[in-house]
C-alpha cells in the first residue's frame, strides 16, 4: 500500500497541452509500471468521469480519476507542467495533475490512502513543496508521506480552533457536513478538507461525514444535535437524508465545498440566524449509490428527481435483465424456441442431454427475468424514500404482474409507494416511536396502501393500457415501424449512455418480460442503434486518421471492441471533444439503423451482448446490414463536418506529436 506512487510514476516536465493527452502521458506510466492492464480501456472510464463532473480545482490542480476493471492496483501518477493544462478549474490551467486509478473492487485501505492524499492537496504547503521539487523520487516519497513537507520560511498558521473560538463562556457556531462525489475516491475528502480548514479560520466547528469509496462513518447523532446548521456537498443522495430534520441547511456541488466553503459557512450562519428550517424527509436510508443527485435533488427540478427516481429502477433492474435474457437467449440457441414447453427440470433433468441442459438455462433465466418488474418498483421507490419503501415498492410491483399491469404496473407501483412513504415521513410522530417506524410501522402501512390502489384502483386501467400497447407493438409495420426505429436510434444515440439512452433501453428491456414479436423487434432496433456511435467513431478514425487527435485513433481502436459488444458509451470521449459535429453525425447513423432493423422485422431476444449473439437475432443478415448502413452514414457526416472546419494546419500537439504522445501504448 505505501507503493501507491514510485519515481517512475512521476513526470516532472510533463509535456502534454490537453488533459487527454495529460491522462495518456501518465496512464501509459503505469502501463509500464504494470498498474493498469488495458491502456484504452482505462482511458474511456477516464474520459466517461471526466464527461460527468470536470476535475480541475482552483489552485492550478487537475485530478483525473477513476474506478476501472483495468486497473490491477491502486495506482497514483503525478505529473507538472509548465505550461499548464486546462481541466475546466475556474481559476485558470493546472500545473499539477494527478492521475488516480482505482480498481473496481478497491479495498477501504488502499482507497484511505487516496483520500489522504485529497485532503493534503488543500495544504498549500504541500502543494508548495510539489511545485519546487526537482528529483522524481522525493516527490514520490512526499506524495506519499513518506518524506516530511518543508516547513516554508515564513508561516502564517491556521488558527487552532480553541483559538479562533470568540471570546467568553460563548460556544462556537457548530456545523455538521456531508461531502460526496460520484466516484467517491479524491473530490469527497478535498471537499471535507476544504470545508474544516475554512472553519478553523473562522471560528466554526466543523464535524465532517464523508460519504466517499473509503468507507461511510456516520456522525454521532449527539453531534448532529448540538450542530446549528447543516451543509451537503454533495454531487449524489445523502444518505439517512431524516437524521439532519429540523435544521438550517446549504445544500449545493461538491466542488463549491473544495471552492468557497468560507461563502457556505457564511450562508449556513445566515440561515441559522433567520430560523429557516430545511425540509428534509425523516428516518430511512438514503438512495442508491451513485444516484443522480448534483445539488440536492431535494431542491432539484421536478422532471430532474423523476428521471432520477426511474433511473435508479432501471439501474438495479438491468443486471436482473442481462442476465435472464441471456441464459435465455442461450438456452434458445441450444434447444431452440420450443424449449420454452419443457418440464421442470426439478423433475425432469438427464445429465447427458442437451434438452434438459437448455431447459436448464431457459429456466434459470426465466426466474431471474421474474424479478424484472418488482426490482423495478422496488427501487424506484427506493430512490424516491430510502429504505422503509423498498417493501412496498416491491410488493406494488409483485401486484403488478399479479394483474398483468406487466412493465408499466411496475413504475406506476414504484411512484405510488415512493409517494406514500415520503407522505408517512412527513407526518410528525413521538419520539418513542420514531425508532420502529422505519422497520414496521412505515412498511406495513405504506404496503397496504399500495396493495388497495394496485389491486382496486389503478391496476387494471394499466393492465389494459399495457396490452394495448403490446397490440400496438404487434401490430407495427410499414412506416409506423419505421419511425418508432427512427426515434429510438435518435434516443439511443444522442447521450450515449445517458437518461434518453437509458429511457430507450428500458423501454426495449421492459418489453422482454413479456416478450411478443413487436417488442422483439423494439429490443432489435435499440441494441442495433447503441452500437453505431463507437462503430462510426472507430471506422472514421480508420478512413480519416488527419482529422483526429493520436489520443482519438488510440480511442477508436478500442471503439471497435466497444461498438460490437453495445457499449454505447465507447463513443463518449469523441462527443466531449467535438460535441458539435461528433452527436448530431451519430444520431443520424442511429436513426438510419434503428429504421432498417424495424423495416426489416429484425428481432432479438437476448438484451445485451451486440454481435455475440447475432445466431439468436430474427434475420441476422439484414440486421448486420442495419447496423453497417448506420455506421456508414454516421462515419460519412462526422468526415465531412470535421473536414470542413479543418482550413488551418493542425497544432502539432492535436497531430500527436508531443513525447508524452508518442510512447507506444498497449490496445484492446
Not at 432493423?597 to 437476448?606: D, E, H, K, N, V
Not at 454481435?611 to 460519412?636: D, N
Amino acid at each position: 500500500m505505501s507503493e501507491l506512487i514510485t519515481a517512475e510514476l512521476v513526470d516532472l516536465d510533463l509535456s502534454a497541452t490537453t488533459k487527454d493527452a495529460a491522462a495518456r502521458s501518465l496512464a501509459e506510466r503505469m502501463v509500464a509500471a504494470h498498474r493498469v492492464t488495458d491502456l484504452d480501456g482505462f482511458l474511456a472510464d477516464v474520459a466517461a468521469r471526466e464527461a460527468q463532473m470536470p476535475t480541475g480545482l482552483d489552485g492550478g490542480i487537475g485530478i483525473p480519476h477513476c474506478r476501472s476493471e483495468h486497473v490491477s492496483a491502486p495506482t497514483l501518477a503525478f505529473g507538472r507542467s509548465a505550461r499548464g493544462i486546462d481541466f475546466g478549474a475556474a481559476d485558470g490551467p493546472a500545473d499539477l495533475v494527478f492521475l488516480i486509478a482505482a480498481p473496481a473492487g478497491a479495498d477501504d485501505d488502499h482507497l484511505t490512502i487516496l483520500s489522504g492524499l485529497a485532503r493534503r492537496l488543500m495544504d498549500p504547503e504541500f502543494t508548495a513543496a510539489l511545485r519546487a521539487g526537482d528529483d522524481p523520487g522525493t516527490v514520490a516519497a512526499l506524495i506519499r508521506g513518506a518524506e516530511p513537507v518543508p516547513e516554508p520560511e515564513a508561516t502564517s498558521p491556521i488558527p487552532a480552533a480553541e483559538d479562533a473560538a470568540p471570546a467568553g463562556d460563548d460556544a462556537p457556531f457548530r456545523i455538521v457536513a456531508v461531502t460526496s462525489c460520484p466516484t467517491g475516491i479524491a473530490h469527497t475528502y478535498m471537499a471535507a478538507e476544504s470545508l474544516t480548514a475554512a472553519g478553523l479560520a473562522e471560528g466554526v466547528e466543523v464535524t465532517v461525514e464523508t460519504q466517499g469509496s473509503a468507507g461511510f462513518s456516520k456522525l454521532d447523532p449527539a453531534v448532529i444535535a448540538r450542530a446549528d446548521a447543516v451543509i451537503w456537498a454533495h454531487d449524489v443522495e445523502v444518505r439517512e437524508k431524516g437524521r439532519f430534520r429540523g435544521k438550517p441547511l446549504v445544500d449545493v456541488g461538491v466542488k463549491a465545498g473544495i471552492n468557497r466553503p468560507a461563502e457556505l459557512i457564511a450562508e449556513a450562519r445566515r440561515k441559522a440566524e433567520r430560523g429557516e428550517i430545511a425540509a428534509v424527509p425523516q428516518g430511512g436510508e438514503g438512495p442508491a449509490d451513485g444516484a443522480d443527485g448534483g445539488s440536492g435533488a431535494d431542491s432539484a427540478h421536478f422532471g430532474v428527481r423523476l428521471r432520477t427516481y426511474l433511473m435508479s429502477g432501471v439501474s438495479y433492474m438491468v443486471p436482473f435483465v442481462a442476465a435472464g435474457g441471456l441464459l435465455i437467449a442461450l438456452s434458445f440457441a441450444i434447444g431452440g424456441y420450443e424449449i420454452v414447453d419443457a418440464k421442470s427440470v426439478a423433475d425432469h433433468f438427464v445429465w447427458g442431454q442437451m434438452d434438459s441442459w437448455a431447459a436448464l438455462l431457459n429456466q434459470i433465466g426465466s426466474a431471474a427475468f421474474g424479478f424484472l418488474v418488482p426490482v423495478l418498483a422496488g427501487y424506484i421507490a427506493y430512490g424516491m424514500a430510502d429504505r422503509p419503501a423498498l417493501v412496498p415498492g416491491f410488493v406494488g410491483g409483485a401486484i403488478a404482474l399479479t394483474v398483468d399491469a406487466g412493465f408499466l404496473g411496475g413504475l406506476v407501483a414504484g411512484l405510488l409507494a415512493g409517494a406514500v412513504v415520503m407522505a408517512i415521513q412527513r407526518v410528525p410522530v413521538h419520539a418513542t416511536l420514531r425508532g420502529i417506524m422505519p422497520v414496521l410501522v412505515i412498511p406495513l402501512i405504506a404496503s397496504a396502501v399500495v396493495g388497495f390502489l394496485m389491486f382496486i384502483v389503478v391496476g387494471k386501467p394499466i393492465a389494459a393500457l399495457q396490452s394495448a400497447l403490446t397490440d400496438w407493438l404487434n401490430g407495427l409495420s410499414g412506416s409506423n415501424a419505421v419511425i418508432l426505429g427512427v426515434v429510438l436510434g435518435l434516443m439511443m444515440c444522442f447521450d450515449m449512455g445517458g437518461p434518453l439512452n437509458k429511457v430507450a433501453y428500458a423501454f426495449a428491456v421492459g418489453g422482454l418480460a413479456d416478450p411478443t414479436d413487436g417488442s422483439l423487434k423494439v429490443m432489435a432496433a435499440v441494441m442495433a442503434a447503441g452500437m453505431v456511435p463507437p462503430l462510426a467513431m472507430a471506422l472514421a478514425t480508420t478512413v480519416r486518421k488527419k482529422l483526429f487527435t493520436k489520443t482519438e485513433r488510440e480511442n477508436g481502436r478500442a471503439a471497435w471492441v466497444l461498438g460490437a459488444s453495445f457499449i454505447t458509451e465507447g463513443a463518449i470521449p469523441f462527443a466531449a471533444a467535438d460535441p458539435l459535429r461528433v452527436i448530431p453525425s451519430v444520431m443520424a447513423g442511429g436513426a438510419v439503423t434503428g429504421a432498417l432493423s424495424m423495416a426489416f422485422g429484425c428481432t432479438l431476444r437476448a438484451p445485451h451482448g451486440g454481435i455475440f449473439v447475432v445466431p439468436l437475432i430474427g434475420e441476422p443478415f439484414l440486421y448486420l446490414l442495419a447496423i453497417a448502413a448506420g455506421t456508414l452514414v454516421a462515419t460519412a457526416l462526422v468526415v465531412l463536418l470535421k473536414g470542413a472546419r479543418r482550413t488551418v494546419a493542425v497544432p502539432a500537439d492535436e497531430a500527436g506529436a508531443t513525447a508524452a504522445e508518442s510512447r507506444v501504448g498497449v490496445t484492446a
